[in-house]
């Protein structure tokens, strides 16, 4: 399946967002702001694995992904779909109140400091979909 739906030959009308959030509540909020963009669709997966699943059937425009997660934690998720085979690269964007600071770990990937105002949120996907 693809990750823009098109109307005749034009520009793509949505772009699928694949969240990986395990707080139900911030995981709707981020559901409901990209609801209120005509331009996006948000999937919303509560761990890395669910997320992995998902992606057997969507290919996401982008990911957004929490670094707390049950299971493996975001960045074993960014690297893990950095790596798939196959796979042209889609932009990550990792989110935490406490990202780790060690071996260059972040030195890949865009991260957002939680809590974060959800304008700011939304202007950054829309500059990472739009490069």
Known sequence: MSNL???????PLVQCILIVED??????????????EATYQGILAPS?????SILETITPALF?????????????????LQHREGGDQRPILLMSASLPQENGAL??????QKPFDLDKLLQLIAELLAS
């Open 5 to 11: 739906q098109y109307v005749g030959s034009e520009r």
């Open 23 to 36: 707080d139900p509540i911030l995981g709707d909020l981020l559901l409901e702001a990209l609801q209120w």
């Open 48 to 52: 890395g694995e669910m997320a992995l």
């Open 64 to 80: 957004l992904l929490d670094y707390h997660l049950p299971g493996m934690n975001g960045l074993e998720l960014a690297d893990q």
């Open 107 to 112: 030195d890949d990937l865009i991260t957002l």
